[in-house]
């Protein structure tokens, strides 16, 4: 699978709230470095699985809504809003998060990550 194609099935086939995905696509040396309302964040990829798992916990489903998708060498930036369902109303997608990343790729996993997020 491409660098490209591991980046759409994270964010097309919800591979965020995939913890096997996860933990294939993830450097063991992974680090996110992301600024969001809670202020700058370093996520490890334990750190990251142990989101996905919150998120499967907490969402009935999960959208991601991509707008931009630039990919140049071992790096792919993204632009995206992150919409969920919730357990109280299963039908509609609400939007959560408006997400800008950076994703830098080592021996065809990745290694780091740039986020920066608005929260709707």
Same mark, same amino acid.
């Given at each position: 699978?491409?660098? #490209?194609?591991?980046?759409?099935?994270?964010?097309?086939? $919800?591979? +965020? #709230?995939?913890?096997?995905? +996860? %933990? !294939?696509? +993830?450097?063991?040396? &992974?680090? +996110?470095?992301?600024?969001? =309302?809670?202020?700058?964040?370093?996520?490890?990829?334990?750190? @990251?699985? $142990?989101?996905?798992? !919150?998120?499967?916990?907490?969402?009935?489903?999960?959208?991601? !809504?991509? =707008?931009? &998708?630039?990919?140049? $060498? %071992?790096? @792919?930036?993204?632009?995206?809003?992150? *919409?969920?369902?919730?357990?109280?109303?299963?039908?509609? &997608?609400?939007?959560?998060? *408006?997400?800008?990343?950076?994703? !830098? &790729?080592? $021996?065809?996993?990745? *290694? *780091?990550?740039?986020?920066?997020?608005?929260?709707?």
């Amino acid at each position: 699978m491409t660098n #490209r194609a591991k980046i759409e099935f994270f964010y097309k086939e $919800d591979g +965020l #709230r995939n913890e096997v995905f +996860l %933990n !294939e696509l +993830l450097h063991d040396d &992974f680090i +996110l470095d992301w600024d969001s =309302s809670h202020g700058n964040v370093k996520m490890s990829k334990s750190d @990251i699985i $142990d989101l996905a798992k !919150e998120l499967k916990q907490n969402y009935v489903d999960s959208f991601m !809504e991509i =707008s931009h &998708f630039i990919e140049d $060498d %071992n790096q @792919i930036v993204v632009k995206y809003n992150h *919409k969920v369902t919730t357990i109280e109303n299963p039908k509609e &997608f609400v939007l959560i998060a *408006k997400i800008v990343a950076i994703w !830098e &790729f080592e $021996d065809n996993k990745i *290694k *780091k990550g740039y986020q920066i997020s608005k929260p709707n």
